[in-house]
């Protein structure tokens, strides 16, 4: 498809205009992601005067349509466009919201298209098209990227240190499926540094749509001579491929980041899996931001409802930084705590407090570890309703005259985020009983 010879170009050369962006997004039950999302969105360092925005969101039933239009509806005066079509009607048959049917692919292609098409009919110069669940954290990431000069490129955004995913494959064989290469993790490691040519792209994909090269990229319909199942990623590699057009991925920067490629089936587990993303990230970088404008929700778990008197974090003064990771994840899950200064003699235990959790600051949180919580302390008043004193994760015990009944949590869970021979890595090492063990 011809893009239309941009109006931009006549006002840039006569007032000096930044080139206009358009920006495309696709969601489905992103209700979680959105605030952090919409805020990385917000603070991106380029004129929101010369930013369209491009939404499509439905088969929602977790609020993402409504959560959107409100936050659309208090930016729409500052950004050069807002066109937002968000509803929770299911347009095409499937199974459920998050199944991968061939309808939902067919629809996501068909979606991209008309996000390009829309653009080249706004004449901007550029298409963003971004996933809800990239991050762009690096403010200066539109300016980095178009100073590349190329057709398509993509800024590298970091998967958590529990992944190795990144946004881009090195090597694709003629079926369309992912190669191993060895050049993959020496990128997403940074051990080489710059801008590399690669045969896919995707998750935040920079496109220049004024390029004399662009003219042809289609996301659907599918080439003749395309391969395999719908898919919209695929298929615009497969067009730029078949154009001459090289894709590129630049790792120069910390641009931001992308969340593991999960097939969850449920709100909740969508929900639990962005919550150990956000505190998986929090291990290298400072919390995720939210949005100014965008409804944020806030989860509301009393201490008593997972069998709690009270929770107390131990910190030291000195470790700032450490509190405020931690007070950010507590505040996250929604616990009511207190912090219990690390040179403080005051007494922790209060009256009437007959179970109560104590963290260190330097721990960090397995996989739905609110509901483990809940589960073990169920699971040790069953088993043994004698129990004193019960790990998260298994640490030596140092009690050489008290007579204590302790026992692990398994699976644990918590662990440390410093190992032996990092600066202030906890002891790993436990010689407590495992308690559904011990009672067998």
């Known amino acids: 498809m011809t893009a239309p010879e941009s109006a931009d170009k006549f006002y840039e050369a006569a007032y000096g205009l930044p080139p206009h962006v358009f920006v495309s997004v696709l969601l489905t039950n992103s209700l979680h992601a959105l605030p952090n999302f919409l805020g990385y969105l917000e603070r991106l360092d380029y004129p929101k005067d010369r930013i369209s925005l491009w939404f499509r969101t439905d088969h929602n039933v977790d609020g993402t349509a409504s959560a959107l239009k409100h936050w659309c509806r208090r930016v729409r005066e500052l950004y050069k466009s807002v066109d937002c079509h968000a509803s929770d009607t299911w347009t095409y048959p499937t199974r459920d919201p998050y199944s991968t049917s061939i309808n939902r692919s067919k629809n996501k292609a068909r979606l991209r298209q008309q996000a390009l098409e829309a653009a080249l009919t706004a004449r901007a110069d550029y298409l963003l098209s ?91 319909p599918p080439h003749p001579r395309f391969i395999g199942r719908v898919d919209d990623v695929k298929q615009f590699a497969f067009s730029a491929q078949d154009e001459g057009v090289g894709m590129y991925i630049l790792n120069t920067e910390f641009f931001g980041f ?35 404008y965008a409804k944020r929700q806030r989860p509301n778990v009393r201490n008593a409802a997972i069998g709690l008197d009270a929770i107390y974090l131990v910190n030291l003064a000195r470790r700032p930084e450490r509190r405020a990771r931690m007070t950010t994840l507590l505040d996250e899950i929604g616990y009511n705590y207190t ?102």
Not at 165 to 194: C, P
Not at 352 to 363: C, P, R
Not at 405 to 426: E, R
């Open 130 to 220: 971004l996933d809800v669940d990239c991050f762009l954290v690096n403010p200066k990431t539109l300016h980095t990227l178009m100073a590349q000069d190329k057709t398509i490129v993509a800024p590298m955004l970091d998967p958590p240190k529990s992944s190795a995913g990144s946004n881009f494959w090195m090597a694709m064989d003629e079926m369309g499926q992912y190669a191993t290469d060895d050049l993959y993790m020496g990128i997403v490691q940074r051990k080489r540094v710059g801008c590399f040519q690669c045969p896919l792209v995707y998750g935040a994909v920079l496109v220049h749509l004024a390029s004399p090269y662009a003219e042809n990229l289609v996301y659907h």
């Open 258 to 292: 992308i969340m593991p490629n999960k097939k969850n089936t449920n709100i909740n587990e969508a929900s639990d899996d962005f919550f150990q993303f956000k505190i998986n990230t929090l291990a290298t970088h400072p919390p995720l931001i939210y949005s100014k």
């Open 339 to 440: 912090i219990f200064n690390g040179i403080d003699g005051r007494q922790m235990l209060e009256e009437k407090q007959e179970t109560i959790l104590v963290m260190e600051d330097d721990v960090k949180f397995k996989t739905f570890f609110s509901r483990g919580l809940s589960e073990v302390i169920l699971e040790a008043n069953r088993y043994v309703p004698d129990w004193d004193h019960m790990q998260g994760k298994r640490l030596e015990l140092h009690y050489p005259l008290r007579n204590l009944n302790s026992y692990s949590a398994h699976p644990t869970l918590v662990h440390p985020t410093h190992f032996y021979g990092d600066k202030g890595y906890i002891s790993d090492t436990g010689y407590s009983l495992n308690f559904i063990s011990h009672c067998i």
